[in-house]
């Protein structure tokens, strides 16, 4: 949950009504069944294997007995290079989303204020690493939960003069194709690969702690979503359509409600949302490139701090291409998220569920279906008309899935049969 929360959801939800909320129904049975699906078994998986650092490194330790050294090197390089592609969008959505606020409130040249948040971002995640990030994450979460929260709240209290909804913005249905609804509840199947959560999953102290965190994170989760839909709506109310940029509802809506130190703090919440996965997506992705490129292909011998070292040039690295990325003032930060959530949904997702699910899953089809599943996401979004309006993600998934499974299945044949 970062930018697109407070910015990216509320714009759609102002622009075009109830309809875009079924992303939100498809997240939260998305977000649930990776809690019940995965969360467990990924720690268990986690624990046994050293409580491996990365993604790349835990699917090739579960998946790689039998596999030769040189499969295994090629499924962790094929991994890291799909998570690097894939975050420097997701990274390139965050600045977008924090240049944005600090150019609709201070005023500041949107150039000027990408590079100053991203150099706020890059400093302290370089600095702190793992630790740092998960309690900043926490009081970032906070301050999201009350800002959220606040807005819809005044305005039902009539703290702003507001009129009507915008007619058909309440009908959830309203001018919604079947290919429509199918690929908004399609979403929720990007949990299942998205390292940066993931990670999560395996570092959490116990299994046994595991209920707990589903339910802080679930309710958190419903309050959030649902408020920044009523914040949406609130701005159809107050503004009709008179926001000549969508994504900056809440922004207005905090200016208009607050006193100005309030909605500093309020506006705080965007900047808070935006680092928090930033950082996590940064600190992935450095770890990801010390420690299942650098080491294993490069410097097998590198000392932890030699490793440190790398991932925090690897930082800057995915940040400097991002902020290429994002140069683009007309990105919209919900365009660059669906891509990216997409990509590393569509590449991860299908092979965890089966790492952890389906004893049969070789490194061969492993390496396969991440392939088939980046591969298809990128063509999918470029294609358009008919089949092809489906958010990319679903026939990406579905197609990498089979594809791990077939190929898993020949060459156990193969291997039986030698």
């Known amino acids: 949950m970062s930018g697109w929360l407070l910015l990216g959801l509320p714009g759609a939800i102002y622009l075009s009504g109830l309809r875009e ?3 939100v129904v498809g997240l939260l049975l998305g977000a ?3 809690w019940r699906l995965v969360a467990g078994p990924l720690r268990h998986a986690s624990a046994a294997a050293d409580d491996a650092l990365t993604l790349p490194e835990l699917l090739s330790r579960i998946i790689g007995h039998g596999a030769d050294r040189q499969m295994i090197r090629l499924l962790r390089l094929t991994a890291t290079a799909l998570i690097l592609f894939f975050f420097t969008f997701y990274v390139a959505a965050g600045l977008v989303a924090g240049a944005r606020l600090f150019e609709s409130t201070l ?3 949107y150039l000027t204020a990408l590079a100053i948040g991203t150099g706020i971002i890059v400093a302290y995640t370089m600095a702190g690493g793992f630790l740092a990030v ?4 926490f009081f970032q979460g906070c ?3 009350l800002a959220l929260v606040a807005v819809p709240l005044l305005l039902i209290g009539g703290s702003a003069e507001a009129g009507d909804v915008t007619p058909g913005h309440l009908d959830p249905f309203a001018g919604l194709t079947p290919l429509a609804l199918l690929s908004l509840l399609a979403w929720g199947l990007g949990y299942f690969g998205q390292p940066h959560i993931l990670a999560r999953f395996m570092a959490i102290r116990s299994e046994d702690e595991l209920p707990r965190a589903r339910h802080i994170g679930m309710s958190w989760m419903l309050i959030t979503t649902v408020a920044a839909v009523a914040v949406g709506l609130g701005g159809s109310a107050v503004f009709g359509d008179g926001l000549p940029e969508a994504e900056t509802v809440f922004i207005h809506l905090t200016q208009l409600l ?3 130190l309030v909605a500093g703090i309020v506006l705080a919440a965007i900047l808070a949302a935006v680092m928090s996965t930033i950082d996590s997506q940064l600190l992935v992705a450095s770890t ?8 294993p292909w490069l410097r097998p011998e590198a000392s932890s701090g030699e490793l440190v070292t790398v991932g925090r040039l690897a930082v800057v690295a995915v940040a400097v291409l991002a902020l290429l990325l994002a140069l683009d003032p007309d990105n919209r930060v919900l365009t660059l998220v669906s891509h990216a959530w997409a990509g590393l949904g569509a590449s991860f997702g299908p092979i965890l569920l089966l790492a952890l699910h389906w004893p049969r899953l070789t490194a061969a089809g492993a390496l396969a279906g991440m392939l088939t599943g980046g591969i298809t996401v990128v063509v999918w979004s470029s294609l358009s008309g008919g089949w092809f309006e489906v958010y990319e993600i679903l026939p990406a998934f579905l197609l990498a899935g089979a594809v791990a ?3 898993s299945i020949r060459f156990s044949r193969d291997a039986a049969a030698a």
């Open 143 to 145: 301050l999201m939960l």
């Open 21 to 23: 909320g079924w992303i």
């Open 32 to 34: 649930y069944a990776n």
């Open 405 to 407: 499974m077939v190929v």
């Open 288 to 295: 990801c490139l010390a420690e299942d490129v650098y080491k």
């Open 258 to 260: 607050f006193h100005p």
């Open 134 to 137: 998960s309690w900043t994450d």
């Open 107 to 109: 005023e500041l040249d």
